[in-house]
């Protein structure tokens, strides 16, 4: 049973460009999770989502940034007009349920976003 | 409403034990703890849910004060593969998404 998979592992943007993260969750794991992690620092919140449907979006920044994660295929966070402070680790996790049901998260290896 | 880790950082010798301590301003529904290596994913260690329960496997275990709003990990008789950071994860009243803390960044060494 693979892990979480997320694609690409690093990914090298020029300023104004897009930065597309994909995600594909563990298989039987519905819910879906994206942080976002700088150096040296802990796990930012981003986005909660379940198929077809965003439950949370409070840590996502309003402009440029969105998530989906459709009825077939991987989880898509999406980020428009890259600037150098959107360049971090974006790390996807997956669980079956939430934590207030027990689940715990597992994560995927992470994208490493660099915007030059 | 981010959970506050302590402390920030330790040193162990390899053999020795440690805690490390996580709270919450609000109350909670459940507790995560995950360790992350160096370049690597957070790695899931276990999950408490609210009722005052204590878990653990081996020499890592945990404990949940539902009225005090805080959670504890406790570190046994230490290895050197325990160095790495740990962070707490809460989920609060508030919503069903996990927030977590700053992380406690802990070296074992021999």
């Known amino acids: 049973n693979a892990g979480v998979m997320q694609n690409p592992r690093h990914l090298v943007r020029r300023r104004g460009q897009e930065a597309r993260l994909r995600c594909s969750p563990m298989k039987g794991h519905s819910h879906v999770y994206w942080y976002r992690q700088l150096p040296e620092e802990g796990l930012k919140f981003m986005v909660y989502?379940?198929?077809?449907?965003?439950?949370?979006e409070s840590g996502m920044p309003k402009e440029r940034f969105s998530a989906e994660f459709p009825k077939e295929g991987p989880s898509i966070l999406r980020i428009q007009q890259v600037v150098r402070g959107d360049s971090a680790a974006y790390f996807c996790?997956?669980?079956?349920?939430?934590?207030?049901?027990?689940?715990?998260?597992?994560f995927g290896s992470g994208t490493r976003l660099t915007v030059v | 409403q981010q959970p506050v880790q302590s402390p920030q950082a330790v040193i162990l010798r390899e053999g020795e034990d440690a805690v490390i301590n996580c709270s919450s301003s609000k109350a909670l529904y459940s507790v995560h703890w995950y360790r992350q290596k160096h370049g690597e994913a957070p790695v899931f260690l276990m999950i408490l849910l609210k009722g005052g329960e204590q878990k653990g496997h081996e020499k890592i275990s945990a404990s949940f004060n539902e009225k005090k709003q805080q959670s504890s990990l406790y570190l046994t008789a230490s290895q050197l593969s325990y160095s790495g950071t740990y962070f707490c994860?809460?989920?609060?009243?508030?919503?069903?998404?996990?927030?977590f803390g700053a992380g406690t960044r802990l070296f074992v060494k021999a």
């Open positions: 994860g809460t989920e609060n009243t508030g919503g069903f998404k996990t927030i």
């Open positions: 989502l379940q198929k077809e449907n965003i439950i949370d």
């Open positions: 996790a997956s669980s079956e349920g939430t934590g207030r049901l027990g689940y715990g998260y597992t």
